[in-house]
Every structure is written in structure tokens, then in C-alpha cells.
């Protein structure tokens, strides 16, 4: 019983807590953009401008975002996290200074093509909470921006539509990430300030 008492509570606490951002895990408004973090080109400070096929590997899950639920790419709310706020959440110097904007509505718009077939609608944008372990609990984060956290679904290999070959899955899941990384180089971008 007491098993299932800490489940419900911790149940609670991830899927059901609302606030005024919205419930966890439930889509994000279509009006809203959000950041992405990433790792600037090598030629960036040269040329000063980027193209999409130097961003598609920003729209690659890494091995935590895979073993997420739902497996997610992480991106953030701009109207309630700042770029300098998302950075704090990365680990200590990361090379993620470079900040992508994107529009929630342009990226719930893209048509996945597989090759054989188009698939639409297959990614969303979802309140992802952050949560910490304090005193071996998971508690809400709240450091400052944290409430802006959210994450692109739809990019992982279990996503993807039933039916499809190895070669149409990966097809599929890159066609999404040059998608995304399209609709990123054509918004403005900046390096934030070491």
C-alpha cells in the first residue's frame, strides 16, 4: 500500500501539477517560439551566416533525450527563458552558445517524407518540467527558467509511423531534422557572450 501511495504522489507530481505555463507533457500554443541551444559552425565567426545543412546534427537526440519520457529534443519557451537562463542548464562550458529560434506552429506544420510517402503532423512541442533529486525526492526545478523547459517529440525511432523499412525510418527522421534545421538558419541568431 505504501508502494502505491509514493506512486500516486510521484505520479502527481510529474504528469498532473499544473501552473501558469501549462500541464506537463501538454502541447505548447502554436503562437509560441522557442530556443535551441547548439553548437555554433566552425566557419560561423568567419562568415557570419549559417546554413541549414550545418545545423541538421543540432536536431539530433542525444542519449539522454532518447532515454527521456516521451524522448524528447530539448528546446525553450522564449517569452518565459532566456537564453542565458537555458545555458545555466547545460553542462559547465558547453559549446552550446549559439541560439536558434523557431516557431512552434512552423515546426507542428512539417511533412516528414520517408522516400515513399509524406507523413504530417508527426512532431509536437511539449511543457517538458525539469525536475532535481533533493534528499533522494524528485522535486519540481525552479531555479530561474526553468519553467520554459520543453521538447520537440516526434524525432525518435519509436515515433515514427508503423510499416516503414530501416532505410524509410531513417529517411524519415533525417527528412525532420533538415526540416528543422531549415526553418532555424532562416530566423535570426545570435552567439551568446562567454
Not at 41 to 53: Q, S, T
Request: charged content about 25%.
Amino acid at each position: 500500500m505504501i508502494f502505491w501511495t509514493k506512486l500516486r504522489s510521484l505520479s502527481n507530481k510529474l504528469f498532473f501539477r499544473m501552473d501558469s505555463f501549462g500541464y506537463n507533457l501538454t502541447p505548447l500554443p502554436d503562437a509560441y517560439g522557442v530556443l535551441r541551444l547548439a553548437r555554433p559552425p566552425k566557419d560561423f565567426a568567419e562568415k557570419g551566416n549559417i546554413l541549414a545543412i550545418q545545423l541538421e546534427e543540432e536536431f539530433t537526440l542525444s542519449s539522454d533525450d532518447k532515454k527521456s519520457v516521451p524522448a524528447h529534443l530539448s528546446v525553450w519557451v522564449d517569452s518565459v527563458t532566456t537564453p542565458e537562463q537555458a545555458y545555466k542548464f547545460l553542462s559547465e562550458n558547453s559549446p552550446r552558445k549559439l541560439v536558434l529560434r523557431l516557431k512552434v506552429n512552423e515546426i507542428c506544420k512539417i511533412k516528414a517524407n520517408s522516400g515513399e510517402c509524406v507523413y504530417p503532423h508527426l512532431l509536437k512541442v511539449r511543457w517538458v518540467y525539469l525536475f532535481q533529486e533533493i534528499e533522494g525526492e524528485l522535486v519540481r526545478d525552479c531555479r530561474p527558467g526553468a519553467d520554459g523547459h520543453s521538447g520537440i517529440t516526434g524525432l525518435d525511432e519509436k515515433s515514427v509511423p508503423a510499416g516503414l523499412t530501416n532505410r524509410q525510418q531513417k529517411n524519415l527522421r533525417k527528412d525532420l531534422r533538415v526540416q528543422l534545421a531549415e526553418l532555424a538558419s532562416k530566423d535570426c541568431f545570435h552567439i551568446m557572450d562567454s
